[in-house]
């Protein structure tokens, strides 16, 4: 059996064959490329909808001025003719301020045929975890549990997958 003889066909064939795990990976690679472009605008659309849209919880700053009566009844107040200032409201606060960086600064990776999808921001990992078993529970009032990145990937899976599907496609049957 050694000494069988291949016709020039399947030397063809056997030739296209082992040219397919280059193109294979070549194809999905720009597949990839497309994938986080896409990924990483839905994951910024995301943001947009389920933390950005949602109002800051406000908290009340009062200074109290503290009276040397404060400590009599009212009653003892105004027989000594202490003067009863008219409260305003008290002033209401944003309790932090929204900078847009987790937005700003949502990012994805190629690494060959693999999207990776990150944020650089200090507080993206706290963020993402926020209300999660493995994160702090959450204490604003409003403000809700998120993970940005598992919503992106559940939306765009069909599309994710058209677009491999296509580009396995065009590697194997390119001649």
Do not use: C
């Not at 700053?61 to 107040?77: G, L, M, N, Y």
């Amino acid at each position: 059996m050694a000494n069988v003889r291949i016709s020039s066909n399947v030397k063809a064939i056997m030739r296209r064959m082992e040219r397919r795990p280059a193109a294979v990976k070549r194809e999905l690679t720009r597949a990839a490329g497309q994938i986080k472009v896409i990924l990483v605008a839905e994951s910024r659309i995301v943001l947009n909808a389920e933390i950005y849209s949602v109002p800051i919880p406000t908290t009340t700053r009062r200074k109290q001025k503290v009276s040397e009566h404060a400590t009599f009844s009212i009653e003892s107040r105004r027989e000594v003719g202490h003067k009863f200032e008219d409260r305003k409201r008290p002033k209401r606060e944003k309790a932090w301020k929204r900078t847009g960086q987790l937005k700003a600064r949502e990012n994805g990776r190629v690494l060959g045929p693999v999207v990776i999808l990150f944020n650089p921001m200090g507080y993206a990992a706290a963020r993402y975890t926020l209300g999660t078993p493995e994160g702090r529970e959450i204490q604003s009032p409003g403000v809700k549990s998120v993970q940005w990145h598992a919503i992106v990937i559940e939306r765009k899976r069909p599309g994710i997958l058209q677009l491999r599907r296509e580009a396995l496609l065009r590697a194997l049957t390119r001649p």
